[in-house]
């Protein structure tokens, strides 16, 4: 094994646990608490926006047409409808894209 591939095992490794220590830390300092602070709180709900963030965006700017515009359609349609119908009106809009102008 050469020393570049040796060098990533280690990296992995590195990432594998730092993960590890950030996720077990914010747990045991959270059950250490007896109360929640506000600042705390407000933080930990914002959290599920921040990461549905991360993962919609580079989608929606890097996705291409088709799935911007299914992303759009879904967002519309995801105001007024269930979040099953959302995903199916989306699901056939960037199928209807892909097969019929792309």
Request: net charge positive; no cysteine.
């Amino acid at each position: 094994m050469d020393a570049q591939h040796l060098t990533l095992i280690y990296l992995i490794i590195a990432a594998a646990v730092a993960t590890f220590a950030t996720r077990v830390g914010g747990y045991v300092l959270i059950t250490q608490l007896k109360h929640i602070p506000p600042r705390i709180e407000a933080a930990l709900n914002a959290v599920p926006a921040a990461v549905l963030t991360t993962l919609v965006a580079p989608a929606f700017v890097y996705g291409g047409f088709d799935v911007a515009t299914s992303m759009l359609v879904a967002f519309a349609v995801g105001l007024r409808l269930s979040s099953l119908r959302m995903l199916l009106v989306g699901w056939i809009v960037v199928m209807v894209i892909r097969h019929l102008i792309l």
